[in-house]
């Protein structure tokens, strides 16, 4: 689906539902960054979404996003690298994104620290949390996130902004609140302890459950297809 007027309708009814969400907490829309996940939609699509006002475009594929990059189809918004990053890719990533979601182990903390170093940046980052504690998914397990954090602070190159989370696929409603709230209190809790209460981005919720996300306490949302429509993976 590449119809600017679909994309902008799509955008305006997810920021009413966004809206609604934040003021069942206390917040407007306007205290939430509504990322447009742009996998497998063309650069076309990913400007037609910028025009409609998005705040943020996030990718899934570092190949993709290179791409995409090249055709300069993130102009006019912040790029988000989103999905599961390998170490091997780091250098492809770090300094194109403005901030990266996904960093859920040691390892990779300290790849983007080197690779930010070599180009004399400091990388934004949200720590993901594998709160499922899923085995084939990758993040921290909750009870580590600290210890990630503290690891972070340091490296002179990398900036912590914040979690990051995506509950189990199989989660119920009533599941995956838990697991929303459970971040929530995570995110609190580090960003008290370490932070004086500096950490900024809660990123949790997707095109099925923003809504709830939001009533957990997000302030950060990434939205696909309730944005860009179904995609195809037959191609």
Same mark, same amino acid.
């Given at each position: 689906?590449?119809?600017?007027?679909? /994309?902008?309708?799509?955008?305006?009814? /997810?920021?009413?539902?966004?809206?609604?969400?934040?003021?069942?907490?206390?917040?407007?829309?306007?205290?939430?960054?509504?990322?447009?996940?742009?996998?497998?939609?063309?650069?076309? %699509?990913?400007? !037609?979404?910028?025009?409609?006002?998005?705040?943020? @475009?996030? !990718?899934?594929?570092?190949?993709?996003?290179?791409?995409?990059? %090249? !055709?300069?189809?993130?102009?006019?918004?912040?790029?988000?690298?989103?999905?599961?990053?390998? #170490?091997?890719? =780091?250098?492809?990533?770090?300094?194109?994104?403005?901030?990266?979601?996904?960093?859920? &182990?040691? *390892?990779?903390?300290?790849?983007?620290?080197?690779?930010? *170093?070599?180009?004399?940046? =400091?990388?934004?980052?949200? @720590?993901?949390?594998?709160?499922?504690? !899923?085995?084939?998914?990758?993040?921290? +397990?909750?009870?580590?996130?600290?210890? +990630?954090?503290?690891?972070?602070?340091? @490296?002179?190159?990398? $900036?912590? $902004?914040? @979690?990051?989370?995506?509950?189990?696929?199989?989660?119920?409603?009533? *599941?995956?609140?838990?697991?929303?709230?459970?971040?929530?209190?995570?995110? =609190?809790?580090? &960003? #008290?302890?370490?932070?004086?209460?500096?950490? *900024?981005?809660?990123?949790?919720?997707?095109?099925?459950?923003?809504?709830?996300? /939001? #009533?957990?306490?997000?302030?950060? =949302?990434?939205?696909?297809?309730? /944005?860009?429509?179904? #995609?195809?993976? &037959?191609?």
């Amino acid at each position: 689906m590449s119809n600017s007027t679909s /994309i902008r309708e799509n955008i305006a009814a /997810i920021r009413a539902q966004i809206d609604a969400a934040a003021r069942e907490t206390g917040r407007t829309g306007a205290d939430i960054t509504l990322v447009g996940a742009s996998k497998m939609n063309d650069a076309a %699509a990913c400007q !037609e979404a910028i025009a409609a006002g998005i705040d943020a @475009l996030g !990718e899934n594929r570092v190949q993709e996003m290179t791409a995409k990059l %090249a !055709e300069d189809a993130y102009r006019g918004a912040p790029l988000h690298f989103i999905g599961h990053l390998q #170490r091997n890719k =780091v250098k492809q990533v770090v300094g194109k994104a403005t901030l990266i979601q996904s960093i859920g &182990s040691p *390892e990779l903390l300290a790849e983007v620290d080197r690779q930010a *170093e070599k180009l004399g940046i =400091v990388q934004d980052i949200l @720590l993901e949390v594998n709160i499922g504690g !899923e085995e084939a998914k990758s993040g921290f +397990a909750p009870d580590a996130v600290e210890q +990630a954090a503290a690891q972070a602070k340091t @490296l002179a190159h990398v $900036r912590v $902004r914040g @979690l990051m989370t995506i509950p189990p696929a199989d989660a119920t409603r009533e *599941e995956n609140m838990a697991y929303f709230e459970k971040v929530r209190a995570l995110y =609190v809790d580090i &960003s #008290r302890k370490m932070y004086d209460n500096g950490l *900024e981005y809660l990123s949790m919720g997707m095109s099925g459950d923003f809504a709830d996300a /939001i #009533r957990a306490g997000a302030n950060m =949302v990434r939205v696909g297809s309730a /944005i860009f429509g179904a #995609r195809d993976y &037959s191609k």
